[in-house]
């Protein structure tokens, strides 16, 4: 049986040769096979990239016991099967990354002390949920975070939210015990572009989702003006500049090239980055450019 390990990890486990600017917090590790979803913003099955990561296969005997993994799933039939295989095979604790549960998928998360779920909602609304991901249901995704695990819901920003939105969403999120993974949507060499996020409107976007997640703020203290965020509480915390997600998740190089400014910061290198001035360019702003 075979798996994908992101390169990074791969490097960071010594299967392959390699050097990195941050090593990655967890062990990414992926379901092989073509996804059936077809996302609209998403490169899987291109020449082994997800997002700019490359994730070549390994045997699974080389993983096994493997210590603090996420496991990605990838949507296509004998899914279930083949999680349970895998995870019987990792034989530890470790976080799964889904489109969305069922009793099934549950179940087998269950029985293999699966310690955090992500799940992939991406989209901020049911009708761009529909748009960018018209193989699969809104309301399942939904439905997922009624299980009684520790959730991360994955969104991914840019694809024609409004800030209203997205911070609506947060708000949900946080009233059920949720968590947040960003992501920002990053167009990819050879597919037509679906969506785009400027910097200082996520940074904009993390900060004010950083406050409503830490209780220091609730949507009724932003305004928005048609949907774009106007005013928020005067806070500042770089962590909130941090990939956010499930413990130890810190993604890095998963948007961005290394040497530039990165959306999601995998470790506290702010210095040489006004971050609170890119929030306020992006509140007196008018538009994202
Ligand atoms: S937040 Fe990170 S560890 Fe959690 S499911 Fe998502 S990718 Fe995996």
Redesign the pocket.
């Known amino acids: 049986m075979k798996l994908r390990v992101s390169v990074g990890s791969a490097i960071a486990l010594g299967l392959m040769k390699g050097s990195m600017k941050v090593e990655p917090g967890?062990t990414?590790l992926m379901l092989p096979g073509i996804c059936d979803a077809k996302c609209s913003y998403c490169t899987w099955g291109k020449e082994d990239y997800l997002s700019r990561v490359r994730w070549p296969e390994f045997d699974v005997e080389l993983l096994e016991g493997v210590k603090n993994y996420?496991l990605?799933t990838v949507e296509k039939k004998g899914l279930e099967r083949e999680l349970e295989a895998v995870l019987g095979a990792l034989g530890s604790k470790g976080?799964?990354?889904i489109s969305y549960l069922t009793p099934e998928r549950a179940e087998i998360l269950e029985k293999n002390n699966v310690r955090?779920?992500?799940i992939g909602l991406d989209a901020c609304t049911a009708e761009l949920y529909k748009k960018h991901k018209p193989g699969l249901s809104w309301e399942k995704a939904l439905d997922s975070f009624n299980y009684g695990f520790d959730f991360?819901c994955?969104i991914i920003l840019g694809l024609g939210e409004s800030d209203e939105d997205f911070l609506r969403l947060t708000q949900s999120m946080k009233d059920k015990n949720v968590k947040l993974?960003l992501f920002a949507y990053t167009p990819v060499r050879g597919k037509k572009p679906v969506g785009y996020i400027s910097l200082r409107r996520y940074r904009a976007l993390q900060l004010a989702s950083y406050l409503i997640e830490k209780e220091k703020a609730s949507i009724e203290d932003f305004e928005f003006e048609k949907g774009k965020l106007a005013v928020m509480p005067p806070f500042f915390d770089e962590r909130a500049f941090l990939t956010r997600?499930?413990e130890n998740?810190n993604?890095p190089f998963y948007n961005e090239r290394a040497g530039t400014e990165p959306y999601n910061f995998p470790e506290g290198c702010f210095e040489s980055y006004d971050l609170m001035q890119e929030v306020k360019e992006y509140l007196d702003s008018d538009n994202d450019s």
Do not use: K, S, W
């Open positions: 967890i990414y996420c990605q976080d799964v990354a955090q779920v992500g991360a994955h993974a997600g499930c998740c993604r």
